[in-house]
Nanobody, 123 residues
Framework: QVQLVESGGGLVQAGGSLRLSCAASGRTFSRYAMGWFRQAPGKEREFVAV????????RYADSVKGRFTISRDNAKNTAYLQMNSLKPEDTAVYYCAVTSSWMEIRDYEYHYWGQGTQVTVSS
């Protein structure tokens, strides 16, 4: 079992920044790839970014590429999502999750999920 707790969400104006954190506990965090997903009201959950277990590889959705940066600190069992140049369409509940698969973007391949943190971007 891996327990994940997201934090750092909030209300921000368009063009602003937020940094989300995902604190993990339980089984060895460093063995898993870490992903971020989001779900806006009335929409399906979508992939945002993923980082490999060894921190060497990252992948982003086209919609956030160049604006968001995923990172992790295995010594602290924590992953981060730095979000810059936020847009109203980034408004969603953001979830972190872990997978044993390589650089996975499909949410059903993720084994453990956090409870989510709300991000609201005002225009």
């Amino acid at each position: 079992q891996v327990q994940l707790v997201e934090s750092g969400g909030g209300l921000v104006q368009a063009g602003g920044s937020l940094r989300l954190s995902c604190a993990a506990s339980g089984r060895t965090f460093s063995r898993y790839a870490m992903g971020w997903f989001r779900q806006a009201p009335g929409k399906e959950r979508e992939f945002v970014a993923v980082i490999s277990w060894n921190v060497g590889h990252t992948r982003y959705a086209d919609s956030v590429k160049g604006r968001f940066t995923i990172s992790r600190d295995n010594a602290k069992n924590t992953a981060y999502l730095q979000m810059n140049s936020l847009k109203p369409e980034d408004t969603a509940v953001y979830y972190c999750a872990v997978t044993s698969s390589w650089m996975e973007i499909r949410d059903y391949e993720y084994h453990y999920w956090g409870q989510g943190t709300q991000v609201t971007v005002s225009s």
